[in-house]
């Protein structure tokens, strides 16, 4: 079941960039004004984790990839998180949408390693991506 | 809204429970109509379309000989003969929709058998003649009403306790449990209502209905009412038996609650008891008898176990079932993401003793319960009601020329 949202063009560039020429740091994905198709809001290459946090919003739904880098037996890695942002204060068309859309974008999408479904800030926490980047290398 | 032949007409979204069909307009908060499940009907000997009698005169309005059905067994509907009149009763009569002009969203359980879900779309595309179909499940509905393509979702409705995996906007099937729970607990409520004790009889349940006078009395004192002996002999036992469970779930529903810590006998006495009165006019306080209620979802003593081998398994029985089922992983993904619905999970401190059971096996747990008691009600309708006003979902209805061309096997493809 899902809510027949397209992806556009321009989130696959974007995630390119991100993947292939590590352009951006981060995305953020929205839907359109008129709930049809999901389009990139913002892409940045700021290095601050907390900023990233602080372009989610607090009462509305986004996704948003991330080139996760951490440290890992002394070696340098780096994952890409799919984050998908569904606040509790956020208005429940808008969660129902956003959950419903997710699948389409996130299948849009080679070479995600860690998935985050995030309702408050502390599940998307540094701390809380890097556990789970952590448990998902090996 | 949803576009055909250029008019742009909003879908209509059904979603029928045990206890009430729910019915209304994509897009809206709430259900326009909210009719009864249960359908008073007459036995006369040669009349196979003997006359139903439906909503707010219907089950509730003392007949003569009229029995009470419910299209309902065992977690499924099992008597799609009063689903039409239910249907017709809730779009035609109450929201005046003809359906005909609308596409129409209806919700079935995760555990819908196909012969189910093609029987419906039977019915709305040969009875109804809508335009176009879709059947989505309560459990998905439930997830993405809370904004989770991943969820355990807990569903207490008023004849089944459900726990269904949703990962990735899909069913785990393997993980889907549930059971006849709520039938228990009520069971249960009846049997403390109806079982004397030191301070009280046994508590007549009679409805209003059947009452001709009554004088007030004391609280804990004897009633004095007189029935209407005139009505006596023409009650149903069907009937009997409906007004009672009735008058059980308003108790339930006004004075019955959960201990969040788990039972604790001082803990219960030190709870305020609650006053009830009963249609006779009796009228007594509650006390700790009013948790043990609903400790029933909880908790089952072993003798109870014991003595009966077909005991509705209880909410922490069905979550350990569900989880075994579920990779490790995923088990942790879904304790942060469990989403609590369904009438049933009203009860006051439901919600702060599932969050308590299941603190003491995961470290992180996160309830999604919402506390507007409609969204608790009608999560899967609210759901339906979004996505069937979305302009994109056009793509997954089942148009009626579809239905024409490919039959029943078109609702097993598109409606996944």
Known sequence: ?138 | MVNYGGDEVSALVVDIGSSSVRAGYAGDDTPKAVVSSYYGYKTTAGDSDAKLYLGQHGPSIWREGMEIGNPWRDALIFDFNPIPPLISHALSDIMHANPSEHPILVTEPAWNIAANRERMAEIMFEEFQVPAFYIANTGVLNAFAAGKGSALVIDVGHSVASITPVVDGFVLRKGLVYSALPKLVHAHAKHVLTTPTPTRGSIDLYPHQLIASKIPVEPSASPRFALREDRLAGTTESWRTWYETREVDEWIQTVAGVLDQGWNEQVAAARPPRQYEFPTGFNTSFGPERFQVGEEFFYHSPQLVAQNPNLPKNIPTLLSESLRACDPDLRQVLMGNVVLTGGGSLYTGFADRLENELSRNFSHVKIHAPGNPIERKYGAWLGGSILASLGTFHQLWISREEWQEHGKAIVGQRCK
Not at chain 1, 6 to 24: G, Q, T, W, Y
């Open chain 1, 1 to 138: 079941m899902a809510s027949g949202v397209s992806v556009s063009s321009e989130c696959m560039e974007a995630f390119r960039s991100l993947k292939l020429s590590r352009k951006h740091k981060y995305i953020i994905f929205s839907l359109s004004a008129d709930l049809k198709t999901i389009v990139p809001v913002k892409t940045s290459a700021e290095q601050d984790y907390d900023k990233f946090v602080g372009d989610l919003p607090e009462d509305e739904c986004r996704w948003a990839v991330y080139d996760f880098e951490f440290e890992k037996d002394s070696a340098k890695r780096n994952k890409i998180c799919f984050i998908s942002w569904s606040p509790d204060s956020a208005k429940i068309k808008q969660k129902m949408l956003f959950a419903s859309s997710r699948d389409a974008l996130r299948r849009s999408f080679d070479g995600i390693a860690v998935e985050i479904q995030g309702t408050d800030y502390s599940e998307i926490a540094h701390e809380a991506v890097l556990f789970k980047a952590n448990s998902s290398s090996r």
